[in-house]
């Protein structure tokens, strides 16, 4: 008689393996549609009623996923998005991907994972593989996701599988997508580590199999946090050498032609998405359970999280000696409010940091986003909700003390915003090439 594991090998191997994807944003939604470009059969759950109905109808929420990809599988009954989660029960394959934020004190949030967790366990049925993609610490997948899916009476290992696989997906580039991006992979066990692997490598060019949940959970706090440590450091370089008189992006731009031994990282105004601002606080807070400190990533943290003020310092000492203002008095135009270039993701943006600081100082405050006509969700910043992006034009532009650059969408012209600004201040170097008009630019 066959095992479980066999089953679920043979359904993914001729591909009728039904796969499901809990959480469909920027994580799920491609993971969905990748399946779902191989041929087999996708179930999509979500708690947001709006997405599902966009969905249904063959739209897509998401900027850089086009409604093509979409409305094929919507008509034919091989894309399913729905609210309904008892249709659990239908799939073979599900995989988590669910936010993980941080609360009030900075402290993993696991609330997505535990209440998704106790809806699967009420449709578990044996022969099922179950995947945690969201970011999170060392020890979650073990100790908090197996033991409630265990309370449906099915065991990890015979019954039902369980792996964790991090995603690495990367909004916006056009060069890295869900499926040409390598996939670390492990498992309860090590039938549930190469199932995982025999049904991402149906749509990933490589899996990467490691030997425990473990290792998996710590890859993806690594890769962000040598991301979060590394552009504190040039964020500090930068503040170093603006009092130096020296542009770090001039030196930036000068080391990376060294073939060896450097990798360029770039300042800015603070740091944005889901993983690279949270991932350090996930792992100081397991770190302490184990009796460690995290010393060098916090003071890491410290310096990026400093960021916004020191933009706001160069920007109050710039109308100051550029236009004789009081930063107080002042209107300010926020440009670009999405967490980096060419996408419409505006998690953790330090955009919005600074917009509420900049408030709280008594400044009026707008923004223009060509990406992001509405603020919709800031998790953390409730009074943005529902602000609306001015629209572009020399007379909208014009009326602002001064333009703050957060963002450098390429489909700005920023030609044109420092001809409409009375002062540009720069914070992602968008405005290099333009030496006729340093007068008015600053970079922060």
């Not at 009796?291 to 916004?308: R, S, V, Y």
């Not at 933009?311 to 002042?330: G, T």
């Not at 409730?382 to 629209?391: D, E, N, Q, T």
Request: hydrophobic fraction near 40%; charge should be neutral; proline fraction near 5%.
């Amino acid at each position: 008689m066959a095992s479980n594991a066999d089953i679920l090998k043979t359904k993914f191997t001729n591909l009728s393996a039904k796969i499901g994807v809990i959480g469909l944003g920027y994580v799920g939604l491609p993971l969905l549609l990748a399946y779902h470009s191989r041929g087999f059969c996708t179930y999509g759950f979500d708690i947001d009623e709006n997405k599902i109905s966009l969905l249904n109808n063959g739209e897509s929420y998401i900027k850089h996923i086009q409604n093509h990809n979409l409305k094929s599988g919507i008509s034919d009954g091989t894309i399913i998005p729905t609210a309904d989660f008892s249709k659990i029960n239908d799939v073979d394959a599900l995989m988590i991907c669910v936010p993980t934020p941080l609360d009030i004190e900075k402290n993993p949030d696991l609330s997505y994972i535990i209440s998704t967790a106790n809806e699967i366990k009420s449709y578990l049925r044996s022969s099922q593989l179950i995947i945690l993609e969201s970011t999170t610490y060392p020890g979650t997948t073990r100790e908090i996701l197996k033991p409630i899916l265990e309370e449906s009476g099915l065991k990890s290992g015979t019954d039902i599988y369980i792996a964790f696989s991090p995603e690495r997906e990367d909004p916006g580039n056009a060069k890295f997508t869900t499926k040409n991006i390598p996939k670390v992979v492990g498992g309860d066990g090590i039938v549930a580590r190469d199932l995982t692997c025999s049904l991402y490598d149906k749509i990933c060019t490589r899996t990467v199999p490691v030997s425990s949940l473990e290792v998996a959970e710590g890859v993806k706090l690594t890769e962000n946090i040598f991301r979060a440590v590394n552009i504190a450091m040039i964020n500090e370089l930068k503040i170093i050498y603006d009092k130096m008189g020296i542009d770090v992006w001039e030196v930036i731009d000068a080391a990376k032609s060294k073939p060896f031994g450097y990798m360029p990282f770039y300042p800015g105004p603070g740091l944005g998405g889901h993983c690279i601002p949270i991932d350090p606080f996930y792992l100081s807070f397991r770190a302490k359970q184990f009796g460690q400190d995290t010393k060098f990533i916090k003071l890491a943290g410290e310096l990026n999280t400093h960021m916004p003020h020191y933009v706001l310092d160069i920007l109050k000492k710039a109308m100051s000696e550029k236009l004789s203002l009081v930063l107080s008095n002042s209107k300010v135009l926020i440009v670009g409010v999405a967490y980096k270039k060419n996408i419409d993701d505006t998690r953790e943006s330090p955009g919005f940091v600074i917009m509420d600081l900049l408030e709280n100082l008594g400044v009026r405050v707008d923004y223009y986003d060509p990406l992001i006509t509405e603020i919709s969700n800031t998790r953390g910043h409730p009074a943005l909700v529902g602000r609306k992006s001015i629209k572009w034009s020399r007379k909208n532009i014009s009326q602002y003390d001064a333009a703050l650059i957060c963002t450098d969408h390429d489909v700005i012209d920023y030609e044109k915003l420092v001809t409409y600004s009375k002062l540009v201040v720069d914070t992602r170097n968008a405005t290099a090439s333009f030496t006729d008009s340093q007068f008015k630019i600053v970079k922060a």
